[in-house]
């Protein structure tokens, strides 16, 4: 080969150099054009933020309804159940106050009081028998009878003044007074005594007080 070749083939040989230096900058530039336009549909798809699309209510609290009136709602009341319908309720601490310990512990406590022992027991004068505690009248003489039981027994009460509720027992039926909630003891019906009712109150003593007179 002269001397006169030697530049033509040099330059075809940088030619050659060049286009192979261009094509292997070229190719990653593609790549990285072709990463770029898929990169951003993946980061769409998968990491879109939920919470922008299905948005959340908050939750609304149930709120108590102001009532106007003489009407309560039920969670404002603090009166008993048993003690509605009572005229002459009072506190524990208020019955202290007015009632002897005994009087206490058989009224307010459903106490009972030793048979044979009672004051009314035997008790045979006219008048009405009343409430120790409120003074509501529950029982007249005429329908009071011996029963040789040791407490005082009557067969019929003053109508409304006498409640009844199934006994703790679950066996007996109490007996106590509407007005002030007081305990009088137990009524028994079918023990075939000779009575209009057939019916026993069983009435401690202490729990009532009596006031003489024609009935």
Request: glycine fraction near 8%; aromatic fraction near 6%.
């Amino acid at each position: 080969m002269t001397k006169q070749h030697l530049p033509r083939l040099h330059q075809l040989q940088l030619s050659a150099s060049l286009q192979s230096k261009h094509t292997c900058l070229r190719t990653p530039i593609q790549q990285s054009q072709t990463s770029k336009s898929v990169l951003p549909i993946r980061a769409f798809t998968s990491c879109t933020p939920t919470h922008n699309i299905f948005k959340r209510s908050p939750v609304k609290q149930d709120t108590p309804t102001a009532t106007t009136g003489n009407s309560t709602s039920a969670a404002a009341s603090t009166t008993p159940a048993h003690m509605a319908h009572m005229t002459h309720p009072k506190s524990d601490e208020e019955w202290r106050a007015v009632l002897s310990p005994e009087q206490f512990r058989v009224l307010r406590q459903k106490g009972t009081e030793r048979p044979n022992t009672g004051e009314y027991n035997k008790h045979t004068d006219k008048g009405v028998y009343t409430c120790a505690g409120c003074h509501t009248p529950l029982y007249t003489s005429t329908t009071k009878f011996s029963s040789g039981c040791g407490w005082p027994a009557f067969f019929d009460a003053i109508p409304g003044a006498v409640g009844r509720h199934s006994d703790a027992d679950g066996h007996r039926v109490e007996i106590v007074c509407n007005a002030c909630g007081g305990h009088l003891g137990h009524v028994f019906k079918g023990e075939g005594y000779a009575t209009p009712t057939d019916e026993r109150h069983c009435v401690n003593s202490v729990s009532l007080k009596f006031q003489g007179g024609d009935v």
